[in-house]
């Protein structure tokens, strides 16, 4: 009928809400260049400013002695080019993908770290895993039994954990759980000479997952109560109210989803400190990822992997970020993410 207005089908909402999300990935990629450009000039300003250098560590253990060998060496590594030559070959060799070669490993530095990254993003996801789900979980409870004896217990336990240092709690749970119960393994990724099956990697990651989720947990549990309360109090949920939901109905479909969002933005940002965070867990559990190799490199100047794994976290902290804005327009059709 000429003059109708027709309201767009559900198809068509979701070829914008699709057309919306493809615009913004490309706009958040483009932006990533300078953004990771800036990054990499940094840490490499910062790596040139650290004192010694791996030619004066071996040196010192007498691993090289030889002048001839030092200079050849120096050569070989061009530490004999000027600061900003070195630089400008770095970022150029990571326009080829090249992170340049640890001479502690052997190997180039993208290998050492493919070798430990699997252990390392195990440990992330299922940290990040128990602190969403616990997190979210508790600050449901004790958004929903404000002011009782359930939300004062919530309250306490966030307080703890957040305060508790995670290097402190990881060697509480070895006490408890290795030493005095003998439940769980003290450290490592598989028994020696183990076979490496899953239920043995699992057994022995619970610790560590522990240690390193339950910190991020307490602090979603205090945004989610928080969030939780604020939304509840909002025009749309008492209308719902009033059309005779039941409170569990109210809960779920109308205040969980919109308290996530800020749950959701602390965790994209979050990535970052979870990653370095996990070298001390990693340390304190000899867990045989990206954190160990971060602490021995850094003790031994192996400098190049240092950077490389600064280059790898600015990519997670950044894909993380761009994960963050997609959530949100699913979460909330009505945000437009510019």
């Given at each position: 009928?000429?003059?109708?207005?027709?309201?767009?089908?559900?198809?068509?909402?979701?070829?914008?809400?699709?057309?919306?999300?493809?615009?913004l990935l490309r706009r958040r990629l483009i932006q990533a260049v300078p953004l990771m450009l800036g990054v990499v000039v940094i840490n490499f300003c910062l790596i040139q400013?650290?004192?010694?250098?791996?030619?004066?560590?071996?040196?010192?253990?007498?691993?090289?002695?030889?002048p001839a060998t030092?200079?050849?060496?120096?050569?070989?590594?061009?530490?004999?080019?000027?600061?900003?030559?070195?630089?400008?070959?770095?970022?150029?060799?990571?326009?080829?993908?090249?992170?340049?070669?640890?001479?502690?490993?052997?190997?180039?530095?993208?290998?050492?770290?493919?070798?430990?990254?699997?252990?390392?993003?195990?440990?992330?996801?299922?940290?990040?895993?128990l602190a969403v789900s616990v997190g979210v979980a508790a600050g449901v409870v004790a958004s929903m039994k404000v002011r009782t004896f359930w939300d004062s217990l919530v309250s306490v336990g966030a307080m703890f954990?957040?305060?508790?240092?995670?290097?402190?709690?990881?060697?509480?749970?070895?006490?408890?759980?290795?030493?005095?119960?003998?439940?769980?393994?003290?450290?490592?990724?598989?028994k020696i000479g183990g076979t490496g099956g899953m239920l043995e990697i699992v057994h022995h990651l619970i610790l560590p997952t522990l240690a390193l989720g339950l910190f991020y947990a307490a602090i979603y549990t205090r945004v989610m109560r928080s969030s939780m309360l604020e939304v509840a109090q909002a025009d749309f949920v008492r209308t719902a109210r009033a059309k005779g939901l039941s409170r569990n109905k109210v809960t779920i479909s109308h205040v969980l989803r919109n308290a996530l969002l800020p749950v959701v933005t602390i965790l994209g940002v979050q990535m970052g400190t979870v990653?370095?965070?996990?070298?001390?867990?990693?340390?304190?559990?000899?867990?045989?990822?990206?954190?160990?190799?971060?602490?021995?490199?850094?003790?031994?100047?192996?400098?190049?992997?240092v950077l490389g794994i600064m280059v790898l976290g600015s990519l997670v902290v950044i894909a993380a970020n761009i994960a963050v804005d997609l959530i949100y327009m699913w979460l909330d059709p009505r945000i437009e993410i510019r």
């Open positions: 009928m000429a003059g109708e207005l027709v309201s767009p089908t559900p198809t068509l909402r979701g070829s914008a809400r699709r057309a919306a999300a493809l615009r400013m650290a004192p010694g250098s791996f030619l004066e560590l071996m040196t010192a253990e007498n691993q090289v002695s030889d030092v200079a050849l060496l120096r050569k070989t590594y061009g530490l004999e080019d000027p600061v900003w030559m070195q630089l400008l070959k770095y970022i150029w060799a990571l326009l080829h993908f090249d992170f340049g070669f640890s001479y502690r490993q052997n190997m180039p530095v993208i290998q050492a770290i493919w070798i430990h990254l699997p252990a390392t993003v195990l440990l992330m996801v299922s940290s990040i895993t954990f957040y305060a508790a240092p995670s290097f402190w709690l990881g060697i509480m749970l070895i006490v408890l759980f290795s030493v005095k119960l003998g439940w769980l393994p003290v450290g490592g990724m598989m990653l370095a965070g996990s070298v001390v867990i990693e340390s304190v559990f000899s867990w045989p990822g990206i954190g160990s190799l971060l602490f021995d490199s850094v003790s031994s100047r192996n400098y190049p992997v």
